[in-house]
């Protein structure tokens, strides 16, 4: 800036871009004595320092609160920029085995957490529509806090994990609907849950409708998945729907590989996709094996379509280097 224009602008005692901003452009003139083209200058070299860059809606609404729920290793965070967004759908999908559960439990873990370790001060809902709970595994990776996170026993030594975690079961549609509008609303309204996990929803619309069934399969998984992304917005929980799938054959008779099966009224309500794929590879640490799984984000309007090989260990789903 010119020295004279800026000693003006200091005698008149306008010390930031904030000052200059609030005064109208005449009373500006008055008080420095500068010209109306010096004045207009002034203004337009504070307002582009002072403007941020532009953001996207979904910016602005992550920025707004704790946006993340970390999945409980860095590796994976830094993929997803934090974690699983809050006030948003997620599906996982990939072949049985994959390690889409186990996922899944490691969050049920994560949520509990306070929210500058990464977790939201919660607990979870699990439902359960096809296996049953895993409950020997969610119990393991509780025990395992402690390794973990040896900087905070303090704290894991006083969070009941296993009892912030609510599990249901939905062996049908008509159930999971009564689940979603009664029971899980109750338990968020009393603040016990943050983390909604769905395991699997692929399953119950393939067992309920036939291929002629397309026009009411379609009616009820629109209402399904506006149900849940209306959840995850009005409490700003994290929704987390799992879905296996099967290989999809190609016209030559290999593999395509995997691919959701719900249709595109069903991914209009996802806001991030990421994709779990078991390798034939398999790796090793600390005396104890994996097979090797990738883990990509195929769509998010957030970040960036990478992947990252991933292994399951007892301690859980961790990011490989
Ligand atoms: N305690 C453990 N220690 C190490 N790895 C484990 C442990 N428990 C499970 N795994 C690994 O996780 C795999 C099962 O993962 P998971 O149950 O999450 O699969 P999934 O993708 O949910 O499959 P499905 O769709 O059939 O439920 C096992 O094959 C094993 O490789």
Known sequence: MDPQVQS?????????YKDLLMVPVTDLMKVTGLSFKQVEQVLTNAASAWRSPPLTALQMKLSLSVHCLSLGCPLMDELLKGGLPVGGVTELYGQSGAGKTQIALQLCVSVQYPQ???????????????DSFPVKRLQQLIGEQHRLRPQLTALTSQINFSDNVYIEHA???ASLRLCLSQRVPLLVARGLVRLLV?????????SEFQASDWMERNKQLISFSSKIKDLSQQFNLVVLCINQVTDVMDQSGGSSGPSPSLGLCWSNSVM???RLTRLPQWVSEGGQHSALRRLEVEFSPHLPPHSLPVAVWRGGVRGLQ
Do not use: M
């Open 8 to 16: 003006a602008l200091s005698s008149a005692g306008l010390q930031t």
């Open 116 to 130: 500058d370790q990464g977790g939201l001060d919660s607990g979870a809902v699990f439902i359960c529509t096809e």
């Open 171 to 173: 062996a049908d549609l």
């Open 198 to 206: 769905l395991d699997s929803i692929a399953a119950l619309f393939r």
């Open 272 to 274: 991030v996709r990421l």
